[in-house]
Nanobody, 115 residues
Framework: QVQLVESGGGLVQPGGSLRLSCAAS????????MGWYRQAPGKQRELVAV???????NYAGSVKGRFTISRDNAKNSVYLQMNSLKPEDTAIYYCNMRTPRWEYWGQGTQVTVSS
C-alpha cells in the first residue's frame, strides 16, 4: 500500500523559511505530477506548486518567486522550499502524486507563519 509521508512543517516568523519534504513509501510506477496543495481554515484546498514529469514547474501566483518545488524521481520524493513566508501562507500543506491511473495524497503538515 502506498503512503505519502510529509515532514518539515512548523511555526516560523514572517520572513522566515521552511522546507517541506514528501516521500512515497511503497512502489509507485510512472509518477507524472508531483505537487503541493494547501488549505487554510475556512478556505478550499488550492494548488501551491506542481512539477510535471519532464516539464517546467507551475506555481500559484501568490507564491511565485518565493517558493521552489523540486523532485527526486529516484526517491519518489518531492520538496517545497518556502522563503519569505507571510502570515497568509499559514495552512495545512498536502503532498500530491499522480500516475496515469492513480492519485495519492499525504496526510498534511501544518505550516504556521506568525510572530
Amino acid at each position: 500500500q502506498v503512503q505519502l509521508v510529509e515532514s518539515g512543517g512548523g511555526l516560523v516568523q514572517p520572513g522566515g523559511s521552511l522546507r517541506l519534504s514528501c516521500a512515497a513509501s511503497g512502489s509507485i510506477l510512472s509518477i507524472n505530477d508531483m505537487g503541493w496543495y494547501r488549505q487554510a481554515p475556512g478556505k478550499q484546498r488550492e494548488l501551491v506548486a506542481v512539477s510535471a514529469s519532464g516539464g517546467s514547474p507551475n506555481y500559484a501566483g501568490s507564491v511565485k518567486g518565493r517558493f521552489t518545488i523540486s523532485r527526486d524521481n529516484a526517491k519518489n520524493s518531492v520538496y517545497l522550499q518556502m522563503n519569505s513566508l507571510k502570515p497568509e501562507d499559514t495552512a495545512i500543506y498536502y503532498c500530491n502524486m499522480r500516475t496515469p491511473r492513480w492519485e495519492y495524497w499525504g496526510q498534511g503538515t501544518q505550516v504556521t507563519v506568525s510572530s
